[in-house]
C-alpha cells in the first residue's frame, strides 16, 4: 500500500477528514494506494473512536476498501502534528491496466465528541486519476 505524501485537513469539531492538497489524486496504476484518511481526535490528540465507513458511489474503474491503521497525524492540528494516531485509511485498486480518471463517493459517521454518544456524518468524494 502506497500512503500519499501530501495531507490536509479539514476539522469539524474533533473530526477530521484528511485529503490531499489537489481536486484531483494522482496514484500509479496496478496497485492500491491509500487515497485519504479519515480520523478524530481530541484536543490532547487522543483517539475518539473508530469511524463507521461505508462506500455511496462505487468508482467506476477499480473497487474500494477501508483499514484502520495506524499514522502519523498531519496538519490537524499544531498540537498533534506528527503525533501517532488511529485512522481509516481509504484504499483505492484501479481495475488491472486502467489509467485515466475515475471517481467514488464514502460516507463516513463518527462520534463527535469523547464521552458523548451523537454522531456526525459526511459525505464526500473524491476524483482519482490512475497513471
Known sequence: MR????????????????SANAAEISIPANRE????FVTGVT???RNIGKPKMKVVKEPAHGSVRF???KYKISNISRLC????AWGMAILFKPQPGFRGKDSLTFG??????EGRSDTKYIQD???VVVK
Open 3 to 18: 500512503i500519499p505524501s501530501k495531507f490536509a485537513a479539514i476539522g469539524l469539531a474533533c473530526l477530521s477528514l484528511q
Open 33 to 36: 494506494s491509500a487515497i485519504n
Open 43 to 45: 484536543p490532547s490528540c
Open 67 to 69: 483499514q484502520w491503521i
Open 81 to 84: 502534528d506528527g503525533k501517532p
Open 108 to 113: 463516513m459517521s463518527m462520534q463527535r465528541y
Open 125 to 127: 468524494s473524491i476524483d
